[in-house]
């Protein structure tokens, strides 16, 4: 649900957006789909490094140490991530204090649409089964943010990251750190 390495797509092609920068070679190529592991030695010309590949099921994981996402490259799931999280915090931060009832559907639509085509098709898979047990609370602001806070942290529980105290999300996406 959460692997690290190179992650393939439906289609077992290599997904960037599936997966982090630093994973992520363009010299390496999909060479087996089982259980087996492959050894490669890549030309990389920022690192000359040489990089072990290893494919299980469908993820290929790749021990590369050249870890910066250059300007203008498409997005790897990390930059994605920070990049949505910010929006939809963004988002609730300013959705209405009382919305009609129309936006609260509209909301609803949205973020079920939102879960069907986020372009990390595990994220968006993992997505949908969170919001299955808790779904969108969308009859207030702060029930909106505080929800999509706790889904959040879901997130970062699983990646092993920190978990955000979601009585700081005003502070931290409408109103700044309090003087
Ligand atoms: P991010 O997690 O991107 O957070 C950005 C900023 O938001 C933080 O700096 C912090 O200030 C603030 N913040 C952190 N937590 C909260 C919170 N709970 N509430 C409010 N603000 C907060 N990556 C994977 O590798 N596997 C996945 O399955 C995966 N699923 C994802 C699902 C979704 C819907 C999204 C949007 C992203 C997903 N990501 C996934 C990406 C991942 O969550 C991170 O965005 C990415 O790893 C970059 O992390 P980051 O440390 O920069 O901070």
């Not at 099921?57 to 870890?67: E, P, W």
């Not at 498409?74 to 994605?80: A, T």
């Not at 963004?90 to 129309?102: D, G, H, I, N």
Request: with cysteine; aromatic share 8%; net charge neutral.
């Amino acid at each position: 649900m959460y692997p690290s390495g190179i992650v393939l797509d439906k289609d077992g092609k290599p997904c960037r957006v599936c997966t982090a920068f630093k994973n992520w070679t363009k010299q390496e190529k999909k060479k087996q789909h089982d259980s087996s592991s492959i050894h490669t030695n890549s030309n990389n010309n920022k690192t000359n490094s040489t990089e072990t590949t290893e494919v299980v099921g469908s993820i290929i994981s790749t021990n590369s140490s050249d870890s910066t996402l250059p300007p203008d490259c498409p997005p790897d799931v990390e930059q994605l991530g920070r990049s949505t999280w910010t929006f939809l915090h963004t988002m609730a931060a300013y959705y209405p204090e009382v919305p009609s009832y129309a936006q609260q559907r509209s909301m609803k639509t949205f973020l079920s649409t939102f879960s069907q085509f986020y372009p990390c098709d595990h994220c968006a898979e993992h997505l949908r089964e969170e919001m299955k047990s808790k779904p969108p609370k969308v009859e207030s602001r702060w029930a909106l943010g505080k929800w999509l806070c706790e889904i959040h942290n879901i997130v970062n529980e699983n990646l092993g990251k920190e978990i955000f105290d979601c009585s700081k999300i005003d502070e931290r996406w409408k109103d700044g750190p309090k003087d």
